[in-house]
């Protein structure tokens, strides 16, 4: 049977809990999902778990944009995931409802905005980046993990192992093990000589020699 489940983003100091949960419930939530507050950015562990465990037919409640999403681009990504399980959203204080046309229309203008603000951001990076070059203020991109090789090289003489020297120099492992491919010489192999063989040389054979008969010696 479908659900529908409230979702609850609590202030980091917690007020206006109660409220939202009167909210939730006066909407038709049968459950309602908490995040825990957090001082640091914004948490949304419960949120991922919950539409994981999602079924067909269900539906999200929660009372506004703002304690669904950190900005449009993520409302889209939550919307979409929503769709792709067949689970409908509902936001109270818009009166928006994705299951009816009207949803489907908010998603695809989502869809809009979201490629508009990208496009607006990338203008400015243009404009900003060409304002640079014109003052002479324009570095380039940061420099990557191969300008490093020096440090990479001395590191590695000084014994560190290669995860040290990553964690050292805010690279990845695998960066250090291609600049110390790129700068190791290979090992020379040897070549072996063959040897030629050596001509032994060749005994001869001496004839004995044959003492003259004495009468082959006599003149006389």
């Known amino acids: 049977m479908p659900s529908i489940i409230g979702y609850l983003s609590p202030d980091i100091d917690g007020q206006k809990l109660q409220v939202q949960i009167d909210q939730l419930k006066a909407a038709g939530a049968s459950k309602v999902v908490q995040e825990k507050p957090s001082s640091a950015k914004r948490n949304r562990s419960q949120l991922n778990n919950l539409i994981a ?11 506004s944009l703002y304690r669904l999403a950190d900005n449009t681009k993520h409302l889209l990504a939550i919307v979409e995931s929503l769709n792709a399980v067949g689970v409908s959203l509902k936001i109270i204080d818009n009166d928006i409802d994705t299951s009816t046309h009207h949803g489907e229309l908010l998603r695809l203008l989502l869809g809009a905005i979201t490629d508009f603000e990208r496009q607006v951001v990338r203008e400015r990076q243009a404009v900003g980046i060409a304002k640079a070059k014109q003052a002479g203020r324009y570095k380039g991109r940061k420099p990557t993990a191969m300008a490093k090789t020096d440090e990479v090289l001395t590191l ?5 192992t290669r995860q040290k020297i990553a964690d050292q120099l805010g690279i990845g492992v695998a960066s250090v093990y ?6 190791t010489a290979p090992k020379k192999t040897r070549k072996k000589v063959q040897k030629k063989p050596v001509d032994k040389p060749k005994r001869v054979e001496r004839k004995p020699t044959r003492e003259p008969d004495a009468e082959q010696l006599s003149f006389f």
């Open 178 to 183: 291609r600049i110390l491919k790129n700068h």
């Open 156 to 160: 590695i003489t000084q014994g560190l």
């Open 53 to 63: 465990d999602a079924r067909v037919g269900d539906t999200v409640v929660v009372t």
